[in-house]
């Protein structure tokens, strides 16, 4: 089996009009949940969250109303998952700073479970979605055929930067 980080592009889905293949839906995929799940996972969210609030005294951070806004519950979902790993999952080789990464993390997200209009303790409505401008769609496939960050010839950065080195040693002086 060959290592993702040899072949970072077969990470991503293949191209429009190709069938890839179908994982099964992970377990906090809030989309692929049904109704009777998400309602469970979101109160077993509730509860961590509840304690994340208390323990960390992220009382001023996360706003009562953290479950009401899809960025924030996406965000508390990733810690969540991860803070399961970390200090239920299996302990190894390499994960000796585990629990201090996670709390790194932690305060890395704090500034993006943060919502102003909320601060108040009064939920407050995110603003509606700007919809696109007509012809959106079309600029960006044109965008796609005749650009030169999506047409030019495939080099890796470091390729270039030795060719230059080289060939300015190897130039007369």
């Known amino acids: 089996?060959?290592?993702?980080?040899?072949?970072?592009?077969?990470?991503?889905?293949?191209?429009p009009g190709a069938?890839?293949?179908?994982p099964e839906?992970?377990?906090w995929v809030w989309a692929?949940?049904?109704p009777p799940e998400r309602?469970?996972?979101?109160?077993?969210?509730?509860v961590w969250v509840t304690w994340l609030r208390t323990t960390f005294e992220l009382h001023n951070q996360i706003p009562h109303c953290?479950?009401?806004h899809s960025p924030v519950v996406e965000h508390l979902t990733a810690l969540y998952a991860g803070w399961l790993r970390t200090y239920a999952g299996e302990q190894g080789a390499g994960r000796e700073l585990a629990e201090a990464d996670w709390i790194n993390t932690l305060h890395?997200?704090?500034?993006?479970l943060q919502l102003a209009a909320c601060a108040t303790g009064r939920h407050q409505e995110p603003p509606p979605l700007v919809p696109p401008p007509p012809g959106s769609d079309e600029a960006f496939e044109v965008f796609l055929v005749t650009s030169d960050a999506t047409t030019a010839g495939a080099q890796h950065p470091a390729a270039a930067e030795l060719q230059r080195r080289?060939?300015?040693f190897e130039a007369p002086l």
């Open 19 to 22: 069938t890839p293949p179908q």
């Open 166 to 168: 080289m060939a300015a």
């Open 66 to 68: 953290w479950y009401r």
């Open 32 to 34: 692929a949940m049904e």
């Open 25 to 27: 839906p992970q377990r």
């Open 108 to 112: 890395n997200f704090t500034p993006r």
């Open 39 to 46: 309602r469970a996972r979101l109160r077993e969210l509730a």
């Open 1 to 15: 089996m060959s290592d993702p980080l040899d072949d970072p592009a077969a990470l991503w889905p293949a191209s």
